[in-house]
């Protein structure tokens, strides 16, 4: 068994209900949830060009300054 397949992708809480990880294709992967198995919970996959085009996008809004 090779180590990505031993090792489950960790996942990171950001705030806000917000947690990032990174899965077995190498796509960002955003999740929302509370916490609790009746919460509503969303996925949200970035591939590797949706996360650089996302980059631009906050880059050229000056929005994290």
Do not use: C, H
């Amino acid at each position: 068994m090779s180590r990505e397949q031993s090792v489950p992708p960790r996942k990171v809480y950001l705030g806000d209900s917000i947690y990032a990880q990174i899965n077995e294709y190498g796509s960002l992967v955003l999740t929302t949830e509370n916490g609790l198995p009746s919460d509503p919970s969303n996925k949200i996959f970035l591939e590797p060009e949706v996360y650089e085009a996302l980059k631009i996008f906050i880059r050229a809004e000056e929005w994290m300054k």
